[in-house]
């Protein structure tokens, strides 16, 4: 048997990331929105692609969740922008709703399935999985650090005028303003990343890296980006299902790593068949970890107002 994986929110991101999944030939698809007949028409649409693109999987469309019933993989993409004038305790109490019903609907029905979060605010929506799922640690990660990696990447190779293929990076910390750039552990073909470009650039970049989304989202005046998010997610979906053991960094859930208990935060982590394998604990130097202390701050008050919204 093929593997299963379920994608929940057949907007842009979860369509997208169907595509990519279906393209590299990964596992069956369920596509799965509130919506009537958007997952099933899009879900229709990708398997008519698949004898022009050379690819054979099954894609299901649906309003049901009981399709995804024994899927390997849940993603979850659900969730509503930020607004203009929404606080971001209306966001999360939204995007909470949204997710708290998605989750216990799905989780139940794959009990041991690896959870994918993928909504805003990233790690307290990826807390809030493990929670209602009952899912151990390892089980329950968010997509966020991949992303955001992969606009780093991007930025430097324009910078340094190299192929992005021979850039490592990495990144902690929460998503977008809570980021924490890393450029001691940023190369380029081993050769460190300040041989190419100067430290006032290279903070321009981490800038321009930490404002990524937001710079498409002024671009496309409706809407935010969705190839690059849904990739990265496509990337760790294959890192599981073909265990390949991949260096990533994730939204994970510490207990005492970097000095952090009871958060789920952007870290390096090893991805393969188990879900999260290992929490890699990099030697920070004191100006990171107070970076990194900072950004466990915004994560931890988002998680706390979760808290205090929780139903008796």
């Not at 430097?156 to 192929?163: D, L, R, T, Y």
């Not at 849904?230 to 510490?254: F, G, H, N």
């Not at 879900?275 to 915004?298: F, H, I, Q, W």
């Amino acid at each position: 048997m093929r593997p299963k994986i379920s994608i929940i929110g057949a907007g842009f991101v979860g369509s997208t990331a169907a595509h990519w999944i279906a393209s590299k030939e990964l596992g069956d698809v369920v596509l799965v929105d509130i919506i009537e007949g958007v997952p099933q028409g899009k879900g229709l649409d990708l398997l008519q692609a698949g004898p022009i693109e050379g690819f054979d999987v099954k894609i299901t469309g649906t309003n049901d969740y009981s399709a995804t019933a024994g899927s390997d993989i849940i993603v979850v993409t659900s969730g509503a922008p930020r607004k203009p004038g929404m606080s971001r305790e209306d966001l999360i109490r939204v995007n909470a709703d949204i997710t708290r019903d998605c989750i216990s609907k799905a989780a139940p029905l794959s009990p041991d399935a690896v959870i994918i979060m993928v909504n805003n605010p990233l790690d307290t929506m990826t807390y809030l999985a493990k929670q209602v799922s009952g899912f151990p640690k390892n089980r329950v990660v968010g997509q966020a650090g991949v992303l955001d990696t992969a606009r780093y990447r991007t930025f430097i190779a324009m910078e340094a005028g190299v192929s992005v293929e021979d850039i490592q990076a990495m990144l902690m910390g929460g998503h977008g303003d809570e980021m924490v750039p890393l450029p001691r552990f940023t190369t380029i073909s081993g050769i460190p990343v300040t041989e190419f470009i100067s430290k006032e650039r290279l903070d321009a970049i981490v800038d321009r890296t930490r404002k990524g989304g937001g710079e498409i989202v002024n671009l496309l005046k409706t809407g935010s980006a969705y190839y690059a998010p849904s990739a990265a997610t496509v990337q760790m979906v294959e890192a599981i299902l073909r265990d390949k053991k991949r260096v990533l960094p994730c939204s994970c859930y510490l207990e005492g790593e970097y000095g952090l208990n009871d958060i789920y935060f952007g870290v390096p982590c090893v991805l393969g068949a188990g879900g999260v394998e290992r929490v890699l604990e990099l030697p920070l130097n004191d100006e990171e970890m107070a970076l990194v202390k900072k950004s466990a701050e915004a994560v931890s008050s988002s998680i706390a107002t979760l808290k205090a919204m929780q139903p008796d």
